[in-house]
């Protein structure tokens, strides 16, 4: 069993920014594989940011070159820096991880397991 818990959501105003925080623990070994999901109310989850266990990474389109992923093993923290920040940012961010990876150059795919979410607010 995995638990993830994410911190760090808030409120911001457009072109603000903001660092989500993400704590693995339990049964983490094999969880090799992490990203960021995001889900607006009415809308589908969508993957933001996805990290592999060699370092590779690959964000949505809406949010290149204004999110970084990154992680520190040693601390079994996934982090999400997200500069910039748009209304059409607001969303629940949910960490996620897997033993597979979670995504390819076309799409993200569903994780082992879920945080229970953190609110990112953008205001304009």
């Known amino acids: 069993q995995v638990k993830l818990v994410e911190s760090g959501g808030g409120s911001v105003e457009e072109g603000g920014s903001l660092r989500l925080s993400c704590v693995a623990s339990g049964y983490t070994y094999n969880r090799n594989y992490m990203a960021w999901f995001r889900q607006a109310p009415g809308q589908e989850r969508e993957g933001v940011a996805g990290i592999a266990a060699d370092g590779m990474t690959r964000y949505t389109e809406s949010v290149k070159g204004r999110f970084t992923i990154s992680k520190d093993n040693a601390k079994h923290t996934l982090y999400l820096q997200m500069n910039q920040l748009k209304p059409e940012d607001t969303a629940m961010y949910y960490c996620?991880?897997?033993?597979?990876?979670?995504?390819?150059?076309?799409?993200?795919?569903?994780?082992?397991?879920w945080g229970q979410g953190t609110q990112v607010t953008v205001s304009s």
């Open positions: 996620a991880a897997a033993s597979y990876p979670l995504f390819s150059d076309v799409a993200f795919y569903p994780p082992d397991d």
